[in-house]
């Protein structure tokens, strides 16, 4: 059985967590059978029900995810089946974080972005309608989308679309990211996901 894997990233605070678990639930997975890989490479598991898995990992703290998170998908690809480890990480910062922890977390949420069949790009669309682009989006963002545009697997995902600002920031984006592939969505009330699906399992 090929297992392939795709990543969650993004800056710190725009959902990835949120998304992961609430994108595997509309996926079909039931108990959220949780691994763990920290930094230093220890590694653990944890089953939890959707609703524990967001109010323990999700939150509104800046690197409460500070280690890879993943959860194993099942999609349904033409008369098959496609394996996805989706694979949540630590958010993404401008500068170099003073916390040790938190760096060794962002290099370990970087290094899976080099071998990663699908790329998720998060960013917090609700934020860029307010801030606009300079401060909505951080050059790390502009990184990311120049390293992996030329990837089949890769998405921009405009986050936070239920909020009242995020329509002005799905333009922004749209106009700072032309030509890519660019999908609104709310972790939170699931909205998009039934497009981000489709285009995971056309991606893999």
């Known amino acids: 059985m090929a297992v392939q894997q795709g990543v969650v990233i993004g800056k710190t605070n725009v959902g990835k967590t949120l ?4 994108f595997a639930s509309y996926c079909g997975v039931q108990e959220m059978h949780i691994s763990f890989r920290e930094p230093d490479g220890r590694r653990s598991s944890r089953v939890l029900q959707r609703e524990d898995a967001a109010a323990e990992l999700a939150g509104p703290e800046p690197h409460k995810t500070r280690r890879l998170q993943s959860i194993s998908l099942e999609l349904p690809v033409g008369k098959g089946t496609r394996h996805l480890e ?6 993404l910062t401008d500068y170099v974080h003073r916390d040790v922890e938190v760096r060794r977390a962002i290099a370990q949420s970087l290094a899976m972005i080099r071998d990663a069949a699908l790329i998720l790009h998060m960013v917090d669309a609700a934020l860029v309608g307010e801030s606009g682009p300079v401060a909505g989006l951080g050059e790390v963002d502009y990184q990311v989308a120049q390293f992996a545009q030329m990837r089949r697997g890769y998405a921009i995902l405009a986050n936070k679309m239920d909020l009242p600002a995020a329509a002005r920031g799905l333009e922004l984006v749209r106009s700072e990211f032309a030509g890519h592939v660019i999908l609104p969505v709310s972790a939170l009330h699931w909205l998009g996901f039934r497009e981000v699906k489709q285009f995971v ?3 893999l």
């Open 86 to 91: 989706l694979v949540d990480t630590s958010g």
């Open 201 to 203: 399992a056309h991606a």
């Open 19 to 22: 998304f992961t678990i609430n």
